[in-house]
């Protein structure tokens, strides 16, 4: 029953959102039959989603501003614009990439370079902003790395946008999370990628990530934060049914959802041996009945995975339609964060500058991740991410392949414009 009225109150929050759009002259009944066509399309596609109520607030998924909000609002306008290609859905910025962890999967290989000037990060955020981004997440590295600024970065973000971090836990206190709080922080996404703490250590190569990671998320969770567990399963994890346990004890700690993640070819995962890091078609099938048994049951936790929503058959790889962008802590501009492709570096231009030569080479979302298709260019180049040379060059290429099934139901954009 919980299940069915948050559903319905997300119902009347976009019904409420559209009508005062057109009493207010912003939309013609025309377009708010259209945009609620395709806002009815997009929430189908969720329809195996459990959204999790913190407060007075409903999340509906670690990638989505909560709702009621106007962040909520603006991912609404942004998702049902038929502005082509589409408009963004969330930003990622790696505020460092000091780390006290050496994570064996990690798709960034840490560093002690010098950060970003704190100033320049700042302006990005105002950048990304104008841009039209309602979520914005703090990475790294691990962000607690560099607390002073994180706390002025979110204190000017939650401004305009709906505010995340990605934390292993690791430098966390009750008094840190308690400032980010009051700076405005919305949700924490915290690893936790086994329920044994020694394998959990070792996979971080830190020994005590996994007593950081519990309490993190337990005080976290006891500070009206959103809370998500991220585990990086692999492949032996999903067959021995290790995944599901991890997904008891995040449920076990407070946890309102747990995003279990595939292992992309990327950075260190695919450097580190003795790990089945990726999953095979038949683990992402009982991930998937896994995923819709679980958010159909009773239980409070929330099962979540991100790269189901990138199949052919959903929402596809955002890369080439310029729906996400992350800029890694060396200020390189990129379409995703696995996606090691350089599209500018804000030491050098600014964030807007890059942003919009790169959306005017952008497209509609493709059938597949592109990682995939690009491993053998990123696993041969001395140079990482890509130049931006070498990147527009290959841009054209990649927004060629075919978009998702769901695209021209969601976008209404017509097939000749994608072809």
């Known amino acids: 029953m919980t299940r069915l009225l948050l559903r319905a109150k997300l119902t009347l929050f976009l019904l409420r959102h559209h009508f005062r759009a057109l009493f207010s002259g912003e939309l013609t009944v025309s377009k708010l039959v259209r945009s609620l066509r395709r806002?009815?399309?997009?929430?189908?596609?969720?329809?195996?989603?459990?959204?999790s109520r913190v407060g007075k607030k409903v999340f509906i998924d670690p990638f989505v501003p909560y709702f009621p909000s106007p962040y909520c609002k603006k991912l609404f306008n942004n998702n049902t614009s038929e502005a082509y290609p589409p408009k963004p859905n969330f930003a990622q910025i790696s505020i460092t990439n000091r780390c006290p962890c050496r994570c064996?999967?990690?798709?960034?290989?840490?560093?002690?370079?010098?950060?970003?000037?704190?100033?320049?990060?700042?302006?990005?955020?105002?950048?990304?902003?104008?841009?039209?981004?309602?979520?914005?997440?703090?990475?790294?590295?691990?962000?607690?790395?560099?607390?002073?600024?994180?706390?002025?970065?979110?204190?000017?973000?939650?401004?305009?946008?709906?505010?995340?971090?990605?934390?292993?836990?690791?430098?966390?206190?009750?008094?840190?999370?308690?400032?980010?709080?009051?700076?405005?922080?919305?949700?924490?996404?915290?690893?936790?990628?086994?329920?044994?703490?020694?394998?959990?250590?070792?996979?971080?190569?830190?020994?005590?990530?996994?007593?950081?990671?519990?309490?993190t998320i337990r005080e976290a969770v006891g500070l009206g934060y959103y809370v998500s567990v991220v585990c990086c399963s692999t492949s032996s994890m999903v067959s021995s049914g290790e995944t599901f346990k991890v997904?008891?004890?995040?449920?076990?700690?407070g946890a309102h959802s747990i995003q279990l993640n595939e292992i992309r070819p990327v950075g260190r995962a695919i450097e580190s041996e003795g790990y089945d890091f990726f999953l095979t078609a038949e683990d992402k099938a009982n991930l998937i009945d896994y995923?819709?048994?679980?958010?159909?049951?009773?239980?409070?936790?929330?099962?979540?995975?991100?790269?189901?929503?990138?199949?052919?058959?959903?929402?596809g790889c955002t890369a080439t339609s310029g729906q996400q962008t992350y800029i890694d802590a060396k200020g390189?501009?990129?379409?995703?964060?696995?996606?090691?492709?350089?599209?500018?570096?804000?030491?050098?231009?600014?964030?807007?500058?890059?942003?919009?030569?790169?959306?005017?080479?952008?497209?509609?979302?493709v059938r597949e991740c592109i990682v995939h298709r690009l491993a053998e260019e990123l696993g041969n180049s001395p140079i990482l991410p890509l130049p931006a040379a070498r990147?527009?060059?290959?841009?054209?290429?990649?927004?060629?392949i075919s978009p998702p099934d769901a695209f021209?139901?969601?976008?209404?954009?017509?097939?000749?414009?994608?072809k």
Request: charged residues 25%.
């Open 391 to 400: 990147t527009f060059q290959l841009w054209p290429e990649l927004c060629a």
């Open 332 to 365: 390189n501009v990129q379409p995703c964060p696995l996606l090691k492709v350089g599209l500018g570096n804000v030491a050098d231009q600014s964030f807007r500058e890059i942003w919009e030569r790169f959306r005017s080479q952008c497209g509609h979302p």
């Open 39 to 51: 806002q009815m399309i997009i929430s189908s596609l969720f329809r195996d989603a459990k959204y």
């Open 247 to 253: 997904v008891d004890l995040a449920e076990s700690l």
């Open 291 to 315: 995923y819709k048994k679980s958010n159909g049951s009773r239980r409070k936790i929330a099962v979540v995975m991100p790269w189901y929503n990138e199949e052919p058959y959903k929402f």
């Open 408 to 418: 021209a139901r969601i976008s209404g954009v017509r097939q000749e414009r994608i």
């Open 104 to 215: 064996v999967h990690c798709h960034v290989k840490n560093t002690q370079d010098e950060d970003l000037p704190k100033e320049t990060i700042l302006q990005v955020i105002r950048e990304i902003a104008e841009a039209d981004f309602p979520l914005i997440f703090f990475v790294g590295g691990e962000p607690m790395s560099r607390f002073a600024d994180l706390l002025e970065f979110v204190e000017l973000s939650r401004q305009h946008m709906d505010t995340r971090i990605f934390t292993s836990g690791v430098g966390s206190s009750p008094e840190k999370l308690r400032m980010l709080r009051e700076a405005g922080l919305e949700g924490i996404c915290v690893s936790l990628d086994h329920y044994d703490e020694e394998i959990h250590n070792r996979k971080r190569n830190h020994p005590a990530a996994f007593k950081a990671a519990c309490d």
